[in-house]
Nanobody, 123 residues
C-alpha cells in the first residue's frame, strides 16, 4: 500500500482544515488507518484511527471533540477533519495503514506510512 497525504497548510487558531490520505492498491478496505503527528523536537504521537469498515474510530484525548476521522473505501481515501485548531496542533501529520481489524494507537504497529503534510496553526 502506498499512501499520499495532502491538505495541510497555514490556518489561524480556531480555523479548520481537512487532511486527505489517498491509498493505492486494491485491498485498501482491509486496512485500519491512522493519523499521527510530529512536532519539532517531539516524538510522533497518535491522533486518530479508524477500522477497515469505518464503523469504529478512536481519538487521542487532545483532539477528541475537535477532529473527525472518516474514510471512503470506494475512493481509497481516509480523511481527518480538524476543527477548532490550536497552535499546539502545529505538526507534520502522517497517515498510516495496517492490515488489522482493531484500532492500533502506536506508531510501531503500522506497516505503511505516507510522506506527511505540514499543518501550521498561528495564534
Amino acid at each position: 500500500v502506498q499512501l499520499q497525504a495532502s491538505g495541510g497548510g497555514l490556518v489561524q487558531a480556531g480555523g479548520s482544515l481537512r487532511l486527505s490520505c489517498a491509498a493505492s492498491g486494491r485491498t485498501f478496505s482491509s486496512y485500519a488507518m491512522g493519523w499521527f503527528r510530529q512536532a519539532p523536537g517531539k516524538e510522533r504521537e497518535f491522533v486518530a484511527a479508524i477500522t477497515w469498515s469505518g464503523a469504529g474510530t478512536y481519538y487521542a484525548d487532545s483532539v477528541k471533540g475537535r477532529f473527525t476521522i472518516s474514510r471512503d473505501n470506494a475512493k481509497n481515501t481516509v480523511y481527518l477533519q480538524m476543527n477548532s485548531l490550536k497552535p499546539e496542533d502545529t505538526a507534520v501529520y502522517y497517515c498510516a495503514a495496517v492490515a488489522r481489524y482493531d484500532l492500533p494507537t502506536t506508531a510501531r504497529m503500522y506497516d505503511f506510512w505516507g510522506q506527511g503534510t505540514q499543518v501550521t496553526v498561528s495564534s
